[in-house]
Every structure is written in C-alpha cells, then in structure tokens.
C-alpha cells in the first residue's frame, strides 16, 4: 500500500471520529450535490494551561474553573488541573526506571483542582512562591466553554495587589503591546508548555524605535510539561518604558502570558492582544481610572493611522488632543490619556482613519493616587461572539461592562450558581451603538463563595465585554480586568457523505 492511500485512510478514519462514517466528495455544480450547512456541535476536548502565579512568599492565590451548561454534550466527562511536574511524571509513567519513579510520584497525587458538574464552579488554593504552572483538560460535557482563572494577592513589595489572568489554549503565536524594561518594572513571559515533546519559542523586543537587540532571545527550549518564566530583562540592556514583545513557536505549542510588576504602581498580568487587525476594541476600562496609557503597535511594513474613540455610556466621545495615533511600522507607539474617563465607564475602539493596517493594542489602567495606587491592563479583544465566561466574581467588588460599539446589541447575562452554594440567575440587556454600559449584573439568590458570569450575544452587532475584580486590603484599591472573549465552544462540522470511492483515487 502506498503512501497515498495510508494518507486517505487517516484522514477518513479523522473525520469518521467526528462525524461518524463520512468522506469528502468531489464538488459539483449541480444542486444535488451542493454541500449541506454545517452543524454547530460542542467541542470534546479543551487544554489550557495556567502560568506559575508568584515570585511572592505573600502571595495567595484562587484557582477558579467552570464550564457553562452546553446542549447536546455527552452525559460525561471530567475538567482538571495538575502541576506541570505532575503532567510530566504522568507523561514518564512506564518508560524505564526513573520513568515508573516519576510515574509513581505523579500518579499519587490528586489533580490540583476538578470540575464537580457543569453550571457550578469550583475553587482551590494555592500559597508562596512555590505553586508551579498548571495544565489541564476538560472533556467530554466538562469541555465547552471551559474556564479558569488564576486570581492572586500579594499584600506588599513589588507587584503587590491582586493580579488575575485567564488560564488559555496554547498557541503558536502571541503579541504583548505594554510590556516594559524600565528601572522599575520587573516583567516576566511566562511560557508553559503541555505536551510530550519540548517547544523551541522565539522572543522579539519592539520599542519605540523598533526592534532591540537581544542576546538570548532566539531558540528557548521549553521542556515537556513545564512552565519557564523568561525576565524580559535579561533579554536586552535596553530600558524602555512601553514594549511590544511577540512570542513565535517554531515548534510545538506554549502557552504565554507576561506578568508585569511595578515598583510603585502594583502590578498585573498583560495577556495576548487580539490577532492584529485594522479595528481593535479595548472593553471596560473603569470608570474611577486615574490615568490610562494607550500602547499599538503594527507589524507590517506599513504606518498604521488610527482614529481614537471612546465609547461612554452616552456614545462615542474622541479625547481632547488624541484623535488619531500614528504608529510606525515596526515600533510600539504610546500615548498617555490621562483621566479621560471622568467618572463614566467607556471603551476604546480603534479604527482606521483610511486604509487598513493591521495593529495590536493594549492600555495599562491606574486606580488611586500615590502610595496607593494599583495597575492593570486590557488588551484588545475578540468579541464575545456567541458565549464568553468570566469566573471569580464575588458578591462585592464585581463589575460587567458591555460595549456595542458598532451596532445595538441584546445580551442575556447568567451568573451560575455559586462555588458553595445558590442557585443561578439570568437577565437581558440591550446595549445602544456606540455606548458602553456597566450592567448591574443578576446575583445567585443565596450565593456562598463565588460565581461565573457567561455573556451570551441574542442580536444586533458584535458586542465586546470584560469583568473587572476590586479587592481592598490595607487602603490599597486592589484590582484586575478580564476579556470576555468567545469561549469557542462550539465548533462547525460539515455534513457529508459516505464515499468509500476516493480511497482508489
């Protein structure tokens, strides 16, 4: 049997594990063979992997998993989260004798944290500086729309305040527009990788005069299950305030996620900016925001012209003396806007002022003022499309903001019930064009512990959204934003029929 044909055979054999025995034909014009609409089905299987959370021996950390209730899944299945050391003495179990060690080892430990039925989330614990990357695996009815986040508090020293990041899929490619290599910045590129094989992962620097030289930049090996954080530091002698770092894999998959930690100004985790694209939506900057500093960048090899806008629970508004940023090719521009949200909530939406020039984007928030000022940052973020899921929220200091900003929208919010009790709730709202809207979000009748919000798009445009968390500890307004980006958990499989012919093609 020739190459060819093993070629034909696995790939039939693919398509027959999703929907059953089927084969692709060859296209014809007639109506009788014009290829059915595709089905939307629940995805099987989803990973994502969550970075090591501290360098702090303060740091108190939340894991947080939930998986929405989805129609049409299987009647089981199973979501949990294990040490990136546990995943690889799992993946050794059996190959010689330090493998069966290491395979003992893994398997008598419990997974770090399990989902319990969708619809309810569940909650675990982590201390110090100690706790490793994560890697996980729902299937099954656990696998649609799986979400975890990783919530932390570090009470004081660099960085102190909360952090929060989504744990994510891994990928291939990554860019982080609001990086830095000041003084008094200490930031990290945290990648994690899930699999059986070591990835090779190159990191690229762009400043505001294009790419720093780096020495050890090129050609990091990330072994099998493990997380490696990467000080941006040690990467170049060049100290720049805003810096666009973009994360390529030349082999296998990471995950990655850069923690930014400030001497003065608290710190957060900086997640991946949306695919670069010609308009960008940064969702749910909060109203009290003391300062708000804009940073894009293209990569192309054409400037990019961009008009600003901020879309205020009244409409869109342009800031006073930054109506458009011009952002060269190959450099991080940044502009600071100051308190333009005075005390409204708002977005911003980018668009461009001609031609299209794809750009990544990010904005760095600051609330409070001097010692007791705390940072997060928003990138620019996929809408939330048919569903998206923010987890953690508690029964004080959550806000849900939605924006609209290309067309009126209604959404039906649902927070789940909670982690120790209470039963969900739901609620509609209609989003005008243009407007960004903090919704006051429905509560678990009864909650104990904490809840998920999913988002769901019912009509009109595209709607952004992102849920911010505000934690107060010792005067210090403590605070984290999340995306809610589309959970993915759907996936469209065509409808075909069964051709056993082609395998003699």
Same mark, same amino acid.
């Given at each position: 049997?020739?190459?060819?044909?093993?070629?034909?055979?696995?790939?039939?054999?693919?398509?027959?594990?999703?929907?059953?025995?089927?084969?692709?034909?060859?296209?014809?014009?007639?109506?009788?063979?014009?290829?059915?609409?595709?089905?939307?089905?629940?995805?099987? !299987?989803?990973?994502?992997?969550?970075?090591?959370?501290?360098?702090?021996?303060?740091?108190?950390?939340?894991?947080?998993?939930?998986?929405?209730?989805?129609? @049409?899944?299987?009647?089981?299945?199973?979501?949990?989260?294990? +040490?990136?050391?546990?995943?690889?003495?799992?993946?050794?179990?059996?190959?010689?004798?330090?493998?069966?060690?290491?395979?003992?080892?893994?398997?008598?430990?419990?997974?770090?944290?399990?989902?319990?039925?969708?619809?309810?989330?569940?909650?675990?614990?982590?201390? /110090?500086?100690?706790?490793?990357?994560?890697?996980?695996?729902?299937? @099954?009815?656990?696998?649609?729309?799986?979400?975890?986040?990783?919530?932390?508090?570090?009470?004081?020293?660099? $960085?102190?305040?909360?952090?929060?990041?989504?744990?994510?899929? %891994?990928?291939?490619?990554?860019?982080?527009? /609001?990086?830095?290599?000041?003084?008094?910045?200490?930031?990290?590129?945290?990648?994690?990788? %899930?699999?059986?094989?070591?990835?090779?992962?190159?990191?690229?620097?762009?400043?505001?005069?294009?790419?720093?030289?780096?020495?050890?930049?090129?050609?990091?090996?990330?072994?099998?299950?493990?997380?490696?954080?990467?000080?941006?530091?040690?990467?170049?002698?060049?100290?720049?305030?805003?810096?666009?770092?973009?994360?390529?894999?030349?082999?296998?998959?990471? /995950?990655?996620?850069?923690?930014?930690?400030?001497?003065?100004?608290?710190?957060?985790?900086?997640?991946?900016?949306?695919?670069?694209?010609?308009? *960008?939506?940064?969702?749910?900057?909060?109203?009290?925001?003391?300062?708000? !500093?804009?940073?894009?960048?293209?990569?192309?090899?054409?400037?990019?012209?961009?008009?600003?806008?901020?879309?205020?629970?009244?409409?869109?508004?342009?800031?006073?003396?930054?109506?458009?940023?011009?952002?060269?090719?190959?450099?991080?521009?940044?502009?600071?806007?100051?308190?333009?949200?005075?005390?409204?909530?708002?977005?911003?939406?980018?668009?461009?002022?001609?031609?299209?020039?794809?750009?990544?984007?990010?904005?760095?928030?600051?609330?409070?003022?001097?010692?007791?000022?705390?940072?997060?940052?928003?990138?620019?973020?996929?809408?939330?499309?048919?569903?998206?899921?923010?987890?953690?929220?508690?029964?004080?200091?959550?806000?849900?903001?939605?924006?609209? %900003?290309?067309?009126?929208?209604?959404?039906?919010?649902?927070?789940?019930?909670?982690?120790?009790? /209470?039963?969900?709730?739901?609620?509609?709202?209609?989003?005008?064009?243009?407007?960004?809207?903090?919704?006051?979000?429905?509560?678990?009748? $009864?909650?104990?512990?904490?809840?998920?919000?999913?988002?769901?798009?019912?009509?009109?445009?595209?709607?952004?959204?992102?849920?911010?968390?505000?934690?107060?500890?010792?005067?210090?307004?403590?605070?984290?934003?999340?995306?809610?980006?589309?959970? !993915?958990?759907?996936?469209?499989?065509?409808?075909?029929?069964?051709? *056993? +012919?082609?395998?003699?093609?």
């Amino acid at each position: 049997m020739n190459r060819t044909t093993l070629s034909l055979i696995a790939g039939v054999t693919a398509l027959a594990a999703v929907t059953g025995l089927a084969a692709l034909t060859t296209p014809d014009a007639s109506d009788a063979n014009t290829a059915k609409a595709a089905a939307e089905l629940p995805v099987e !299987r989803t990973s994502l992997v969550c970075p090591a959370p501290s360098i702090s021996d303060l740091a108190e950390t939340t894991y947080t998993s939930f998986t929405p209730v989805t129609k @049409g899944t299987a009647s089981d299945g199973k979501a949990e989260l294990q +040490s990136a050391a546990q995943e690889k003495g799992d993946a050794a179990d059996g190959k010689g004798e330090k493998g069966e060690d290491a395979g003992k080892a893994g398997k008598a430990d419990k997974p770090v944290l399990e989902g319990k039925q969708p619809g309810t989330p569940v909650s675990g614990d982590a201390s /110090g500086a100690d706790s490793p990357a994560l890697i996980g695996t729902a299937d @099954g009815k656990f696998a649609p729309g799986w979400t975890v986040q990783e919530t932390t508090e570090v009470a004081v020293g660099t $960085g102190r305040g909360l952090q929060g990041v989504n744990c994510i899929a %891994p990928d291939t490619e990554f860019w982080f527009p /609001g990086a830095s290599t000041a003084p008094d910045r200490t930031d990290y590129v945290h990648l994690t990788n %899930p699999d059986d094989s070591a990835a090779v992962v190159d990191i690229e620097l762009y400043g505001k005069d294009g790419a720093l030289e780096t020495t050890v930049g090129e050609g990091i090996t990330v072994q099998p299950h493990s997380g490696e954080p990467i000080l941006l530091s040690t990467l170049t002698s060049e100290k720049q305030d805003n810096v666009t770092v973009h994360v390529t894999v030349r082999s296998g998959r990471v /995950g990655a996620s850069v923690q930014t930690l400030d001497d003065k100004l608290g710190g957060d985790w900086l997640a991946a900016s949306a695919d670069p694209a010609g308009s *960008l939506v940064l969702p749910g900057i909060p109203k009290d925001a003391t300062s708000v !500093r804009l940073v894009a960048f293209t990569p192309g090899d054409a400037d990019a012209d961009l008009k600003v806008r901020l879309a205020s629970p009244s409409g869109m508004i342009t800031p006073a003396g930054n109506e458009t940023l011009h952002v060269k090719a190959g450099m991080t521009s940044a502009v600071d806007l100051g308190d333009v949200m005075q005390g409204e909530a708002g977005s911003l939406v980018l668009t461009p002022t001609d031609r299209s020039v794809p750009v990544v984007a990010a904005v760095r928030v600051v609330r409070g003022k001097g010692d007791k000022q705390e940072t997060a940052f928003i990138p620019a973020s996929r809408a939330v499309g048919t569903r998206a899921t923010a987890v953690d929220n508690r029964a004080k200091g959550t806000t849900l903001s939605v924006t609209a %900003p290309f067309g009126t929208a209604e959404v039906k919010v649902t927070a789940s019930a909670g982690s120790e009790g /209470g039963a969900a709730a739901s609620k509609s709202y209609t989003v005008k064009s243009g407007t960004t809207q903090d919704v006051k979000v429905p509560v678990p009748s $009864g909650l104990k512990g904490t809840y998920a919000l999913t988002v769901e798009s019912v009509s009109g445009g595209p709607v952004y959204a992102s849920r911010t968390l505000a934690v107060t500890e010792d005067g210090v307004a403590g605070f984290t934003v999340q995306t809610l980006p589309d959970d !993915r958990g759907m996936v469209a499989v065509p409808e075909a029929d069964e051709d *056993l +012919s082609v395998l003699q093609k």
